[in-house]
C-alpha cells in the first residue's frame, strides 16, 4: 500500500486566493440570484381579495387534514 501525503488537505500547502475579478463577479452573481429571487415572490403581488382567498382555502385543508 502507497501513502500519500496531500498537503492542501492538511493545510500545509498556500490557499488559492480567488481574484479580484473572480470576488467581483461571484458578488454580482448573488445579487441577480437576490433579485431573480425577490421578482418571483408572486404571491405577494396579487390583489388582496387573492391573497385572502388562497389563506382562507389553505385554511381549510389544513383543518380537513388535521381530522384525519
Known amino acids: 500500500?502507497?501513502?500519500?501525503?496531500?498537503k492542501a488537505a492538511r493545510g500545509g500547502g498556500e490557499a488559492n486566493m480567488?481574484?479580484?475579478?473572480?470576488?467581483?463577479?461571484?458578488r454580482k452573481n448573488i445579487k441577480k440570484a437576490a433579485r431573480a429571487a425577490r421578482s418571483k415572490r408572486t404571491i405577494?403581488?396579487?390583489p388582496k381579495r387573492v391573497r385572502t382567498?388562497?389563506?382562507?382555502?389553505?385554511?381549510?385543508?389544513?383543518r380537513s387534514r388535521r381530522g384525519r
Not at 480567488?18 to 461571484?26: D, M, P
Not at 382567498?53 to 389544513?62: E, F, H, M
Open 1 to 6: 500500500m502507497v501513502r500519500v501525503k496531500l
Open 53 to 62: 382567498a388562497l389563506g382562507k382555502q389553505g385554511n381549510k385543508v389544513k
Open 44 to 46: 405577494s403581488k396579487l
Open 18 to 26: 480567488a481574484t479580484n475579478r473572480q470576488r467581483r463577479a461571484a
